[in-house]
């Protein structure tokens, strides 16, 4: 059990390491964005499937709420959690358009679409970037080894991993660090670093 657990961890650092060196530009490019998004006093919608929607929920959360530093609070909204919309729209409609037409109401242009698809190919999320690009959105989107995804977002997170827990673990860090260079973007002096 315990090399279990070691190895377990180990391939989290790697994972993780390997997409934060080799993405540290779109990083900044991301942090940048997000922040001139919410200084014009646009938004973020952020969205995925099963554990990537507990990720939308999760990094929203930290935008709309707080961070790290008490500061006023960020627009940003989880397509995700609105079960009785989310129900309609699958029933009515597709489980694909779940996203697209949220995006489709609530997007407009200068806000941000940001979509999360451990392997890149969700239909839901892919329509959602299409949908997005069409009123004048920038898309970020975070998967695995890229997908479709990669093919229809201004900017793309792709973590190096057959292994979805992994991935994930990578996507969260990221946004975390999203978080905070938005943070210190936004409110420098709130920082003593």
């Not at 995925?48 to 707080?66: I, M, P, T, V, Y």
């Not at 229809?152 to 673990?169: G, H, K, M, N």
Request: include cysteine; aromatic fraction near 6%; proline fraction near 2%.
């Amino acid at each position: 059990m315990k090399n279990i657990i070691l190895n377990i961890l180990q391939d989290s650092i790697e994972a993780k390491r390997h997409c934060i060196e080799n993405n540290i530009d779109h990083i900044i490019k991301a942090a940048d964005m997000l922040a001139a998004c919410l200084t014009r006093g646009n938004k973020v919608l952020i969205f995925g499937n099963g554990g990537s929607a507990a990720d939308a929920q999760h990094l929203a959360a930290e935008f709309a709420n707080r961070f790290q530093i008490e500061r006023p609070p960020l627009a940003a909204v989880a397509l995700t959690t609105d079960t009785s919309l989310l129900t309609s729209i699958g029933n009515d409609y597709h489980f694909d358009v779940i996203f697209s037409k949220q995006v489709e109401a609530l997007g407009r242009q200068g806000d941000i679409a940001w979509g999360i698809s451990t392997s890149g190919n969700s239909a839901n999320v892919i329509q959602a970037m299409k949908a997005a690009q069409k009123i004048g959105m920038s898309t970020i989107g975070m998967t695995g080894r890229a997908g479709e995804l990669a093919g229809c977002v201004d900017l793309v997170f792709a973590v190096a991993s057959d292994t979805t827990a992994r991935i994930q673990e990578s996507h969260i860090t990221v946004g975390h660090i999203l978080c905070d260079l938005v943070d210190r973007i936004l409110y420098p002096n709130e920082f003593r670093d």
